[in-house]
């Protein structure tokens, strides 16, 4: 049956694996996450398995995630792992993709930007590949740096952006423009049935403590009762969504009807010294702060027009910062083994 899309084009979508009629297929949804041992993928295991009705595979190279954030699964009849580098074909039997895979800190990034840019790129026209091989649906976890240093504020998912296309930043910010236009050119040309979520600022457990992000680096700060390094000027914002929201929104993005892109992100807006202020308050009121130099293109204000997610997700983020700030803080102090001190 040709399917119309959100831009008019009418294709038929590809046949998919008879597997898919099967009795087998019948009692089970394969679902394929791409960077699944990673921080958001992690908890998004975690939801995905609390369906009896699903089959988990991850994919991963561990090049920022872990095998320790998924031990709950290894071993279970419902969950594999896979060591994968998606830059690589992979070629397996699914119905649903969430492709998350590539390195989110922008150390990690930075630190390797040509293959960034290629598990952007060669990576998400790999997982296109497979989901038109076998007629799977596919989300990309796209990002707010699409929409670079924004002169729109906040970001609607209508706005262009402003993007530096040969800064350090590029790898990333250009790397997940191009993985947007890929999906669609799969979407007009094969019928292939896409979703993009535009995921803003996340924080959680899991997140990797040295991984050099604001939230994590505050914390660990904090915690090991280091000053706490704010990035010139301090008066740049960012808009922090707790990664059970942002979970919550990827998979009603996945099982609804609409390709986006979505923005997926908490509209609550801080700049770095209110943020430092809040978790020097909540963990420990004798840390000093320091200003310390910046990187290159960093954005000076993001904060997501959630509209859309509200009308056609029926989706809002409920974790308030001051509520996941100390769930974060309880997560590093048992991986830091620094009990709280009353
Ligand atoms: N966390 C955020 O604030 C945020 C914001 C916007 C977008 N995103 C996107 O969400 C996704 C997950 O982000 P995260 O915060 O969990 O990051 P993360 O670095 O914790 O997870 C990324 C995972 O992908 C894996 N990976 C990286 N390159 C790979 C490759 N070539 N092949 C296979 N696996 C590979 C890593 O090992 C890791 O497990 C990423 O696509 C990121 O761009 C995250
Ligand atoms: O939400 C997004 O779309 C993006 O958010 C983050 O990118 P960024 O906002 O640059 O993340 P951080 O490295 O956490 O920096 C946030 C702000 O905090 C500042 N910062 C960072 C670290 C630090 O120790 N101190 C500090 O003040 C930075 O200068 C920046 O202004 C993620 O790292 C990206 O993967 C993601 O795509």
């Known amino acids: 049956m040709a399917t119309n899309s959100s831009n008019g084009a009418t294709k038929q979508p590809p ?20 960077g699944g041992a990673g921080f958001i993928g992690s908890h998004l295991v975690d939801k995905l398995m609390e369906n009896e009705k ?28 896979i060591r994968h580098d998606v830059t690589e074909q992979l070629l397996i039997e699914v119905d649903q993709i969430y492709h998350l895979a590539c390195p989110a800190s922008p150390i990690f990034y930075k630190y390797n930007p040509v293959k960034t840019i290629k598990t952007n790129v060669i990576g998400t026209l790999n997982m296109l590949g497979l989901a038109k091989r076998v007629g799977a649906r596919i989300l990309l976890t796209s990002t707010s740096e699409v929409y670079g240093d924004p002169l729109e504020h906040p970001q609607p998912e209508s706005y262009w952006g402003n993007v530096n296309p040969i800064g350090v930043r590029s790898c990333y910010d250009e790397g997940k423009r191009v993985a947007e236009t890929l999906m669609f050119d799969y979407h007009r040309q094969h019928g292939i049935e896409i979703r993009i979520a535009r995921i803003f600022n996340t924080y959680g457990p899991r997140m990797n403590i040295d991984d050099g992000r604001v939230v994590s680096n505050f914390i660990a700060q904090a915690i090991r009762g280091e000053p706490l390094t704010v990035q010139v000027p301090g008066t740049q914002t960012r808009s922090f969504c707790y990664v059970s929201d942002m979970v919550d929104g ?25 943020l430092a202020e809040n978790v020097k308050e909540l963990i420990n009121p004798k840390v000093e702060i320091n200003m310390v130099e910046n990187t290159p293109d960093d954005p000076r204000q993001r904060k997501p027009d959630i509209t859309k997610a509200k009308e ?18 309880e997560d590093f102090r048992q991986r830091l083994g620094v009990p709280k001190s009353n």
């Open 312 to 329: 056609l997700l029926g989706w809002e983020p409920k974790v308030k910062l001051r509520d996941g700030l100390p769930l974060m803080e």
């Open 54 to 81: 699903n089959e988990v595979i991850v994919a991963d190279n561990f090049f920022t995630g872990s095998k320790d954030n998924l031990k709950k699964w290894i071993g279970h009849p419902r969950f594999e792992l």
């Open 250 to 274: 990827l998979i009603r993005l996945m099982e609804g009807e609409n390709t986006g892109p979505i923005n997926i992100g908490n509209p609550g807006e801080f700049t770095m010294i209110e």
């Open 15 to 34: 046949m998919p694996s008879p597997l898919r009629f099967s009795k087998f297929f019948q009692s089970n949804m394969r679902i394929l996450v791409t």
